[in-house]
Each structure stands twice: as C-alpha cells, then as structure tokens.
C-alpha cells in the first residue's frame, strides 16, 4: 500500500490550491477515502471524506464550503480543492481511507501566509 500526496505549497489567504493523491496496492474504487491534516504539536484530524458506493462527501465543520473532495477511481486518484484558504489551514494533509487504517503516506504541506 502507497500514498503519494502532491500539490501542497505556500499560498495567501483567500487563495486555492489543489491537492493529489496517488494510490497503489489496494482496491481503490472500492474503498471509502478521507483526507486529514496535522499541524505539529497536534494530533492529526480530519478534513474530508469520499464514499466507494456513492457520491456521498463528508466534510469537518473548518472546511465545509470552502474544501471539496473528489476520486478518480480509474486513476486511483484523490483529490481536494481548497478554495478561500485561511492561515489556519497551514498544515500536512495526507489522504487515507475512512478511519485511517492503511500506512501513511509522506504528506503535502499546505502553507497559507501573508
């Protein structure tokens, strides 16, 4: 099993950014997937969240409206689009399945700053 997230950077706030996922070595079209984040010193939360079954979302409460969610499952893709990003959307963000129970991948980091 493999993660490999991607297009995290330094941003202003009210700016966008887009986020990937690339997983392997698991059924991806059939597996619920979520995104976290962590800031140091915290614990890791989650962000969002994408059934197999359906196209139903999830979202935290921080990013609902502003965050969106999608899969490509014949790519075996995640994505996020982050719009109208705060500073305190400053952090990691990993994608995992729902409940976190693969291994982590190495992250992305996501930094929004004046």
């Known amino acids: 099993v493999r993660f490999v997230e991607s297009g995290g950077g330094l941003v202003q706030p009210g700016g966008s950014l887009r986020l990937s996922c690339r997983a392997s070595?698991?059924?991806?079209?059939?597996?619920?997937m979520s995104w976290y984040r962590q800031v140091p010193g915290k614990e890791r939360e989650f962000v969002a969240d994408?059934?197999?079954?359906?196209?139903?979302?999830k979202y935290a409460d921080s990013v609902k409206g502003r965050f969106t969610i999608s899969r490509d499952n014949d790519k075996s893709t995640l994505f996020l689009q982050m719009d109208s990003l705060k500073v305190e959307d400053t952090a990691v963000y990993y994608c995992n399945s729902r409940g976190a129970t693969l291994p982590w991948g190495q992250g992305t980091q996501v930094s929004v700053s004046v």
């Open positions: 994408s059934s197999s079954s359906d196209d139903s979302t």
């Open positions: 070595g698991f059924q991806f079209r059939y597996t619920a």
